[in-house]
């Protein structure tokens, strides 16, 4: 697994250790901040259904910090780990200090959109496993 992600943020301070069962968000929640994932591994839940199951590098929350929208899963970790917060003032910051982190992100959108069309964003019984960072 490539950890670019994982490296470009790992001098930031901040970074919160998490524990199994802890909740980032819950659907409904206002989003104004998304995470990256340093260590562990999260699950995205609607209602009893795992969407995705994501790892270190990936980031989540990311849409809602756009569009400045509620959310639309749970995230809940499943195992310990370590996350790195950053509200829409902090991503922007990034976004203009490290173009690199942008171009990653588009191009993790839209995979994530491509899977969605193609049809390979698991179902109730699948989740997809993206553990994949953006890189």
Known sequence: MRTYTV???RDCTGAEPISAGDYLYRRGQPGTTMYIVMDGEIVMRSGNTIVERIGPGAVLGDLEVLEGRPRVTDAVAETD???LRLDRR???F???TRPHFAELMVHDLTDRL??????TVAGPTAPT???RPLA
């Open 94 to 96: 990034f976004v203009q």
């Open 7 to 9: 490296r470009l943020f």
């Open 114 to 119: 491509r899977e969605l069309i193609e049809g």
């Open 90 to 92: 902090q991503f922007l």
């Open 129 to 131: 496993g993206r553990t």
């Open 81 to 83: 780990g370590l996350v």
